[in-house]
Structures are given as C-alpha cells and as structure tokens.
C-alpha cells in the first residue's frame, strides 16, 4: 500500500527530500503562490507550525504557478517573498505543477487520496492536504478555509 512516505521531492535549495523524514509526524501540503488573494495565509500556516512544531506538525509548502500565473520567479525570489513577507521558517521545496500529466507525484497521490468535492483536480492555490503520522491522507481542505479554521483538524491528528 502505498502512502506519503515513499515519496521525494526538491527542496526550494535543490535538495532531494524524502518524505520518510516526516514520518511519526502530522504533516500539512499546500500548494502555494506569492501573488494570490489567499497568499497572506502563508502567515497562518506559519503560526500553526511554531505553534504545534514540538507536538511534530511540519507545513510543506509547494510553490505553483498553475493558477492565475501567480508564482512567476524562481527559488530566490520565492525564498524571499517568503521569508521576508511572512517569516515562512516550514520547509519549501522547488516550484511544481499539481494537475495535468506533469503533476509531481505528491500531488497526484494526494489528489488520488483525498479527491475533494468536484473531483481530483485542485482548483486553486492554497488548497491543503492533512496527512497523519502514518503517512495517511486524512483530509483536504480548499483554497479558502484559513489556516486557523483547520486547527481541530490538526488537533485531531495531534492526538492520534
């Protein structure tokens, strides 16, 4: 059975990650943007993972510019948009396509996985994947619920 942690993925700095690093932890996917309405949740996110780091949350965000355009530079620009604008310290990897048949591999299982309400495509930035300490999918959220309405969700998971 296949779950999250057989997975790899580059790192905003061009290392390889393997997803078994996370294992034991609650980890949360999102597919990101510098220059989208939702983007401010990048500070959100940010609280929740100081916030629950020591019960071993870890936010993975994932750059794309699918959508609007709106992830147009690369690693150093999006590093510092990042870090500069939201004080993003969670791990982000290298810019990637979620849908279509040049989808990362995270991101087609987790589609897979979770297949949302209109299907599995992902219909925007900032949609979510909360994943358990087994490397299980456990749920999806939209581009529209704020980091801080998820927080039982990952309570929940916290304590499983």
Known sequence: MTTFHQFTATSL????????DYAGKVVLVVNTASHCGFTPQY?????????????RLVVLGFPCNQ?????????????????????VSFPMFEKVEVNGTSAHP??????????????????????????????EPLKRFAPITTPEKMEAAILAALES
């Open 43 to 55: 500070g959100g996110l940010e609280a929740l993972y100081k916030k629950y780091a020591a019960q």
């Open 106 to 135: 995270v991101f087609r299982y987790l589609k897979n996985e979770l297949p949302g309400l209109l299907g599995g495509g992902i219909k925007w930035n900032f949609t979510k994947f909360l994943i358990g300490r087994d490397g």
């Open 67 to 87: 959508f609007g355009k709106q992830e147009p530079g690369g690693a150093d620009e999006i590093a510092r948009t990042c870090h500069i604008n939201y004080g």
């Open 13 to 20: 700095g061009g290392h390889l990650v393997s997803m078994v």
